[in-house]
């Protein structure tokens, strides 16, 4: 039976891959269990790996977890970056300001309350700087900080600095990934959060602002347009917008074309950005009630999705689409957002083409579009790893900062992250298919948060429990959830009282900034990825400062 123990207590591959699955499986049996309405789902993964550790079945050699631990992380950021990478952008000019003057502002506390425990505590201050990081779950910046501490440190003093700096570290970060959850709780229970009324006025709020497409009906009332073609009245104004259909005083009904001419008197259907819309009024004429969909004619409304890849990346105006007879595309919707078609407009893979015309007219459109939901279903594998390459390239650049003893780099979580954005938002110029199905997205996200928090609690197992039950270990967890808590809570009030902010966005945001991915898996929304998009927003940010913070605080106090 040498062989059963070898492989439950060895220190081979096959014993490593055994633990690592029998930490996850646990965790997510356990995770289906829920106190009063509240469980702790994927947080499981770690309970159980530490548990598994601490009796010696995480034996392996440190270099297997670390790289499996790293790589389950990227995953997940990776994936998180890819869905969100097409609304970004858009997102980050509406809201991103707000959400990552939050994320700083929370490292500003956290800075605040470390500084205060050192002055009214004995801890040493290498260990603090541990217990900082842990508790926002930062191996980076803990990376950092004992790197810094190590410096400053003669001969042997320096080895045993970064232990103070690891044991620290180690202390906080169960609570770190406990309390942060608990925190975003404990707002949900101030504030009296109903998801699904959350989710409603979100629903709500997002047709009135997010979607920038809006329907007009608009009678000609302008002189100087009598008798004008679309395609000069686009030369009057900047904006883009379309006019779908044309309607004469006799009622006569037909499709718009930029060849067709308006004449005083006719009703348009007119689709541009909301904010344009009062502009094109005083350009046009006035809006008007129509029921379009009751007038006689021939033609009909209809949503195609893009899945021809020879349409990834190129525009309506290159396609040569835009601009028949026969139909008119008025919108293109595209990770929620209803955005305007015009020329320009580059197509994307998963993108809903909303089209006006004649039924045999929409029928080549399907075709040259693709409309074939079974082709979305194919893997794209290249975008992936090809953004992983550049993101850990990205990630492993120094950056010199005057001041500071050591380079600050982004690392293996926030290189790949920035590196999803910009392959999500602008990989179709290159040819890259970025689209994924949410069900494909979701388990590589689930995947690598459970490879991480697998290996994390198996790294953690052996020394844990000593930690714990060392002098001052209590003082330390105990201001390590301090450290992890407050900046939360705080951070939470002030953005849900002041900005207003959405449950939704708000749990991302204080997830990113803490620097936290199992939060945010554990308290991501189902409904909607306004989570995601608000942790995307802040995490590059959030990173860069804590890595900062923590030497700052070595180097400073």
Same mark, same amino acid.
């Given at each position: 039976?040498?062989?059963?123990?070898?492989?439950?207590?060895?220190?081979?591959?096959?014993?490593?891959?055994?633990?690592?699955?029998?930490?996850?499986? @646990?965790?997510?049996?356990?995770?289906?269990?829920? @106190? !009063?309405?509240?469980?702790?789902?994927?947080?499981?993964?770690?309970?159980?790996?530490?548990?598994?550790?601490?009796?010696?079945?995480?034996?392996?050699?440190?270099?297997?977890?670390?790289?499996?631990?790293?790589?389950?992380?990227?995953?997940?950021?990776?994936?998180?970056?890819?869905?969100?990478?097409?609304?970004?952008?858009?997102?980050?000019?509406?809201?991103?300001?707000?959400? $990552?003057?939050?994320?700083?502002?929370?490292?500003?506390?956290?800075?605040?309350?470390?500084?205060?425990?050192?002055?009214?505590?004995?801890?040493?201050?290498?260990?603090?700087?541990?217990?900082?990081?842990?508790?926002?779950?930062?191996?980076?910046?803990?990376?950092?900080?004992?790197?810094?501490?190590?410096?400053?440190?003669?001969?042997?003093?320096?080895?045993?600095?970064?232990?103070?700096? !690891?044991?620290?570290?180690?202390?906080?970060?169960?609570?770190?990934?406990?309390?942060?959850?608990?925190?975003?709780?404990?707002?949900?229970?101030?504030?009296?959060?109903?998801?699904?009324?959350? =989710? &409603?006025?979100?629903?709500?709020?997002?047709?009135?602002?997010?979607?920038?497409?809006?329907?007009?009906?608009?009678?000609?009332?302008?002189?100087?347009?009598?008798?004008?073609?679309?395609?000069?009245? #686009?030369?009057?104004?900047?904006? #883009?917008?379309?006019?779908?259909?044309?309607?004469?005083?006799?009622?006569?009904?037909?499709?718009?074309?930029?060849?067709?001419?308006?004449?005083?008197?006719?009703?348009?259907?007119?689709?541009?950005?909301?904010?344009? =819309?009062?502009?094109?009024?005083?350009?046009?004429?006035?809006?008007?009630?129509?029921?379009?969909? &009751?007038?006689?004619?021939?033609?009909?409304?209809?949503?195609?999705?893009?899945?021809?890849?020879?349409?990834?990346?190129?525009?309506?105006?290159?396609?040569?689409?835009?601009?028949?007879?026969?139909? $008119?595309?008025?919108?293109?919707?595209?990770?929620?957002?209803?955005?305007?078609?015009?020329?320009?407009?580059?197509?994307?893979?998963?993108?809903?083409?909303?089209?006006?015309?004649?039924?045999?007219?929409?029928?080549?459109?399907?075709?040259?579009?693709?409309? =074939?939901?079974?082709?979305?279903? #194919?893997?794209?594998?290249?975008?992936?790893?090809?953004?992983?390459?550049?993101?850990?390239?990205?990630?492993?650049?120094?950056?010199?900062?005057?001041?500071?003893? #050591?380079?600050?780099?982004?690392?293996?979580?926030?290189?790949?992250?920035?590196?999803?954005?910009?392959?999500?938002?602008?990989?179709?110029?290159?040819?890259?298919?970025?689209?994924?199905?949410?069900?494909?997205?979701?388990?590589?996200?689930?995947?690598?948060?459970?490879?991480?928090?697998?290996?994390?609690?198996?790294?953690?197992?052996?020394?844990?429990?000593?930690?714990?039950?060392?002098?001052?270990? @209590?003082?330390?967890? !105990?201001?390590?959830?301090?450290?992890?808590?407050?900046?939360?809570?705080?951070?939470?009030?002030?953005?849900?009282?002041?900005?207003?902010?959405?449950?939704?966005?708000?749990?991302?945001?204080?997830?990113?900034?803490?620097?936290?991915?199992?939060?945010?898996?554990?308290?991501?929304?189902?409904?909607?990825?306004?989570?995601?998009?608000?942790?995307?927003?802040?995490?590059?940010?959030?990173?860069?400062?804590? @890595?900062?913070?923590?030497?700052?605080?070595?180097?400073?106090?």
């Amino acid at each position: 039976m040498n062989w059963l123990e070898t492989l439950f207590f060895g220190d081979s591959v096959a014993h490593s891959v055994l633990v690592i699955a029998a930490a996850i499986t @646990i965790g997510l049996a356990l995770g289906k269990i829920k @106190i !009063a309405g509240v469980g702790f789902g994927v947080m499981w993964i770690l309970f159980a790996a530490i548990l598994l550790g601490h009796f010696g079945m995480g034996n392996a050699q440190p270099n297997v977890y670390a790289f499996l631990g790293d790589f389950g992380l990227i995953l997940f950021v990776y994936a998180i970056g890819l869905q969100i990478g097409p609304s970004f952008f858009s997102s980050f000019k509406t809201s991103g300001l707000k959400m $990552n003057f939050t994320a700083t502002f929370m490292v500003a506390l956290t800075v605040l309350l470390t500084f205060a425990i050192y002055k009214l505590s004995d801890i040493p201050l290498p260990t603090l700087a541990g217990i900082m990081t842990g508790a926002v779950t930062n191996t980076p910046a803990m990376s950092a900080a004992a790197q810094a501490a190590s410096n400053m440190a003669t001969g042997a003093e320096a080895g045993e600095v970064s232990r103070q700096v !690891a044991l620290g570290y180690a202390l906080a970060y169960p609570l770190g990934v406990i309390g942060a959850i608990a925190s975003i709780f404990i707002l949900k229970m101030i504030f009296r959060i109903s998801y699904a009324k959350e =989710s &409603e006025a979100v629903e709500c709020e997002r047709k009135k602002t997010q979607n920038s497409a809006v329907r007009m009906s608009v009678q000609i009332e302008n002189p100087a347009l009598d008798g004008m073609k679309i395609a000069d009245l #686009h030369k009057l104004s900047d904006c #883009h917008f379309v006019i779908s259909r044309i309607c004469s005083p006799d009622g006569t009904c037909k499709i718009a074309s930029p060849e067709s001419s308006v004449s005083a008197g006719d009703k348009v259907l007119v689709v541009c950005d909301r904010e344009d =819309s009062k502009m094109l009024l005083t350009l046009i004429g006035r809006e008007v009630k129509m029921q379009w969909s &009751e007038l006689k004619n021939s033609f009909e409304l209809r949503r195609i999705l893009v899945t021809n890849p020879q349409t990834n990346g190129k525009s309506l105006g290159e396609l040569k689409i835009a601009d028949r007879l026969s139909f $008119n595309i008025t919108r293109i919707s595209r990770a929620g957002l209803g955005l305007v078609a015009h020329p320009s407009f580059e197509l994307q893979m998963g993108d809903i083409v909303v089209a006006v015309g004649a039924p045999e007219a929409l029928d080549n459109l399907e075709k040259t579009l693709g409309n =074939s939901m079974a082709d979305l279903r #194919h893997p794209h594998l290249l975008p992936i790893f090809l953004g992983i390459f550049f993101g850990v390239i990205l990630g492993s650049i120094p950056f010199a900062i005057p001041g500071m003893p #050591h380079p600050v780099r982004l690392g293996l979580a926030c290189g790949p992250m920035i590196a999803a954005i910009l392959i999500g938002r602008y990989g179709a110029n290159f040819g890259l298919v970025t689209y994924t199905t949410i069900s494909a997205g979701l388990m590589l996200r689930k995947t690598g948060m459970s490879l991480f928090l697998a290996c994390v609690g198996l790294s953690l197992g052996e020394s844990f429990l000593p930690a714990v039950l060392s002098k001052n270990g @209590i003082e330390y967890i !105990a201001c390590g959830a301090l450290i992890t808590a407050v900046p939360i809570l705080a951070a939470g009030i002030f953005a849900r009282c002041v900005f207003k902010m959405d449950f939704f966005t708000l749990t991302g945001v204080l997830s990113g900034g803490n620097t936290n991915p199992p939060a945010l898996a554990s308290c991501s929304s189902q409904e909607n990825d306004l989570s995601s998009v608000g942790y995307a927003t802040v995490y590059p940010l959030a990173m860069f400062l804590r @890595i900062v913070s923590a030497q700052l605080i070595v180097i400073f106090l």
